[in-house]
Structure formats: C-alpha cells, structure tokens
C-alpha cells in the first residue's frame, strides 16, 4: 500500500482527491486532511493520530482498527465507513456524518459527537464510556452490549434505537427521547432519565436500580421484569 509518512514534521493535504487511495498502515499523524476527498480510500490501521480531518469527505472508506485518537473529524462525512475495532478516544467528531457507519468494538472513550448523525450505525460492543453525544441522533443505531456508562446523551435522539444489554450505568440521559428504544437487558443503574421521552419503549428485565426518572414519560413502557 501507499505509505506517506509525517514523521518529521506533518504533511499538509488539505483538500487533495485520493478517492479509493491505498494508505493502508501509512503514517499520517497530525496530517492535515482537512476537506480531503477520501471516500472508498483504504486507510485500515493507518495512523492518523491528531490528524485534522474536518469537512473531509469519507463516505465507504476503511478505516478498520485505525489510530485516530484525539483526532479532529468536525463536519466530516463519514457515511457507511468502515471504523470496526478503530480507537477514537477523545477525537472530535461534532456534526460529523456517521450515518449506516460501521464502529462495532470501535474504542470512542470521551469522544465528542455532539450533534453528530449516526443514525442506522453500528455501535455494537463499541466502547463509548464517558463520551459526549449531546443532540446526536442515535434514531435506529445498534448499540447492543455498548459501553456507554457516565456518556452524555442530553437531549440525544434514541427513537427505536437498538440498546440490548447496554451498559448506560451513570449515564445522561436529561430530556434524551427513548421511544420505541430496545433496552431489554440493559444496565441502567443509577441513570439520569430526568424529563426522558420512554414511550412505548421496552426495559424488560433491565437494571433500573437507583435510576432517576423525575418527570419521565412512560406511556406504554414495557417494564416487565426490571428493577
């Protein structure tokens, strides 16, 4: 694969076409790719450590196990792309497009996702503990068995999400709209559902102890089995 290394000081490719580009395992932290064209562009297991990626254009690309932590993808269109396994941890991903993206087992530990589009995702056994999704839009995504305890999903859009066996143990979740959610298993211990929207949403034989569900809407809630 194509390899371009930064190791001496960052290479600057801002809005360069590398549609479909091979840059497998290339060495491209703290690069500057901001509004780059890399959409089918194969960057599994790069290093994109500190990268600047904001407003790049991503949609399909590969970015399998990827490093990409504290790196900055703002506004970036990352639809249906590839991040299984990749580290994200404390990148910055506010009003990024990640709709039908792949980040099953994706490390997102205190990312920033604010307002971001992941609608359709898959989040399955990713770990977002303590990330920040504050106005995402989660509408129909695959959390099943995510790590998202302590995460900040204020006012987030959960509708018909799939959140089975969910860790959301100290997790904000003030004003979040839960409805139609799928939350059967799923630790909620301690969780902050102040003003929640949980109509018609299931929590059977979820852990609902010590969860906090001051002025909740639970019209049609399905709590069979919980505590």
């Not at 959409?39 to 990268?51: G, W």
């Not at 991903?93 to 099953?104: C, D, M, S, V, W």
């Not at 056994?125 to 504050?134: D, N, T, V």
Request: net charge negative; no cysteine.
């Amino acid at each position: 694969g194509r390899k371009l290394s930064t190791r001496d000081s960052p290479i600057d490719l801002r809005r360069s076409r590398m549609s479909g580009a091979h840059l497998e395992k290339a060495h491209l932290e703290e690069a500057i790719l901001y509004g780059a064209h890399l959409e089918k562009a194969d960057l599994e297991e790069a290093n994109l450590y500190q990268a600047h990626l904001e407003e790049a254009n991503l949609r399909g690309a590969h970015l399998e196990e990827a490093d990409l932590i504290e790196a900055h993808l703002e506004k970036a269109d990352l639809y249906q792309a590839h991040l299984e396994k990749a580290d994200l941890g404390e990148a910055h991903l506010e009003k990024a497009g990640l709709r039908e993206a792949h980040l099953e087992k994706a490390i997102l530990r205190e990312a920033h996702l604010e307002k971001a589009n992941l609608s359709e995702a898959h989040l399955e056994k990713a770990y977002l503990s303590g990330a920040h999704l504050e106005k995402a839009d989660l509408r129909e995504a695959h959390l099943e068995e995510a790590n998202l305890r302590e995460a900040h999903l204020e006012k987030a859009k959960l509708l018909g999400a799939h959140l089975e066996k969910a860790d959301l143990n100290k997790a904000h979740l003030k004003k979040a709209n839960l409805s139609g959610a799928h939350l059967e298993k799923a630790n909620l211990s301690e969780a902050h559902l102040t003003a929640a929207d949980l109509t018609n949403t299931d929590l059977t034989t979820a852990n609902m102890q010590r969860a906090i569900l001051t002025g909740a809407k639970l019209d049609g809630t399905v709590v069979e089995g919980a505590n």
